[in-house]
């Protein structure tokens, strides 16, 4: 399998195909979840039962079919997933794609390593690891992505700082994300919701091409950013 190259002064444990990251006295950087590891297993129904219909006013089916449309012409591309969740990436990416999936929840990974390995597989890492301190070296990535996630990010800039190292001179990052404009006016969404024209300028402000995707789904944005360095 190839591997992704990671910073010099990072130091990984492996257990069970998950990649930990380690402090300078060799113990687990631990992360708290936005869903306990022990409730991990419900995650997937709760995103099918519960946030789509009620929250987004949105189609899970859809949402799944967008993302296949805009990643069927990506392969052999070295990907970086931010929130990679239980690893439904598998419903989009071309397996021939070589993969590094980050999330703070190493029961949502542990998830996400039987689905990749299920589907196939072959060009994977997953790293829990906060999206504001990934242990990958710069310009590492072709594409990145963060689906459904990115409202969630505390610390935005430093999010930036990451994706804008990390990826390789014209990198893509995509994204899907709820936006208030589009959401029912009864429906609550967590985190810190940005309008598109907020969007927008956040990322031309990093060097970013913004272009929306011609895609409707509830409250729900499509986007790419395409960046100029």
């Known amino acids: 399998m190839d591997k992704i190259k990671i910073k010099d002064s990072v130091k990984i444990s492996n257990k069970n195909g998950i990649n930990y990251l380690l402090d300078n006295n060799n113990k687990l950087i631990k992360n708290k979840p936005w869903i306990g590891d022990l409730f991990s297993f419900l995650y997937d129904r709760i995103m099918e039962k519960s946030v789509f219909p009620k929250k987004f006013n949105a189609s899970i089916e859809e949402h799944y079919k967008i993302l296949k449309k805009i990643f069927e012409d990506i392969s052999d591309k070295t990907i970086i997933e931010f929130a990679t969740g239980t690893g439904?990436?598998?419903?989009?990416?071309?397996?021939?794609?070589?993969?590094?999936?980050v999330d703070i929840s190493s029961g949502l990974l542990r998830l996400a390593k039987k689905k990749f390995d299920l589907y196939g597989f072959t060009s994977f890492e997953l790293?829990?690891?906060d999206a504001t301190?990934?242990?990958?070296?710069?310009?590492?990535f072709?594409?990145?992505?963060?689906?459904?996630?990115?409202n969630f990010f505390k610390n935005i800039e430093g999010f930036f700082s990451e994706l804008h190292r990390s990826l390789k001179p014209s990198g893509i990052f995509y994204c899907s994300v709820p936006i208030p404009e589009?959401?029912?006016?009864?429906?609550?969404?967590?985190?810190?919701?940005?309008?598109?024209?907020?969007?927008?300028?956040?990322?031309?402000?990093?060097?970013?091409?913004?272009?929306?995707?011609?895609?409707?789904?509830?409250?729900?944005?499509?986007?790419?950013?395409?960046?100029?360095?």
Do not use: V, W
């Open 88 to 101: 439904d990436a598998i419903k989009f990416l071309n397996k021939n794609n070589i993969y590094a999936g």
């Open 127 to 129: 790293y829990n690891a």
């Open 133 to 140: 301190e990934i242990p990958f070296q710069d310009n590492t």
């Open 142 to 150: 072709d594409i990145a992505i963060c689906n459904l996630s990115l």
């Open 182 to 229: 589009r959401k029912k006016s009864k429906a609550t969404i967590h985190g810190s919701l940005y309008k598109l024209d907020d969007l927008k300028k956040m990322f031309e402000n990093k060097n970013f091409r913004f272009e929306p995707c011609p895609y409707e789904n509830g409250a729900l944005l499509y986007f790419k950013a395409k960046l100029n360095k």
